[in-house]
């Protein structure tokens, strides 16, 4: 199953119905979907806004795939990729107060695996099912 959006934060929206779809097709326990839903949504906002720099041109794309045990979600989007391996700790007391860089800390805590892949461009989120 593949999400194409448009690069426009109001798009982030049309992330929750296309959730919903994947639980129902693959039949998964809803337990789940708090975790799903935080991480895509973070990923999908990043690609976004960094990856794709808020140009409505630019598409970013989400794919779900269910494995034995697992639903492996691959977002990606269209920019040039970023330095994933030196992200600040956004729970350092310098960074505490910082309105953002949380998003890749939650995908980390509420996925099971996660990676970088194509030089930061596109993400793979696996939960465990």
Do not use: W
Request: charged residues 25%; aromatic residues 8%.
């Amino acid at each position: 199953m593949t999400l194409r959006i448009q690069s426009r934060k109001q798009n982030i929206a049309d992330l929750e119905n296309y959730i919903q779809s994947i639980f129902e097709e693959f039949g998964l326990e809803q337990d789940l979907y708090p975790n799903i839903l935080i991480s895509l949504t973070e990923a999908v906002n990043n690609a976004i806004q960094h990856g794709n720099n808020n140009d409505h041109a630019k598409t970013v794309f989400v794919e779900a795939r269910k494995r034995k045990d697992r639903i492996c979600c691959i977002i990606s989007d269209e920019g040039t990729g970023f330095d994933y391996q030196n992200l600040p700790d956004p729970t350092a007391p310098e960074n505490i107060e910082n309105p953002g860089g949380r998003g890749v800390f939650l995908m980390q805590q509420l996925s099971d695996t996660m990676r970088f892949r194509e030089n930061g461009s596109r993400v793979e989120i696996e939960f465990l099912i």
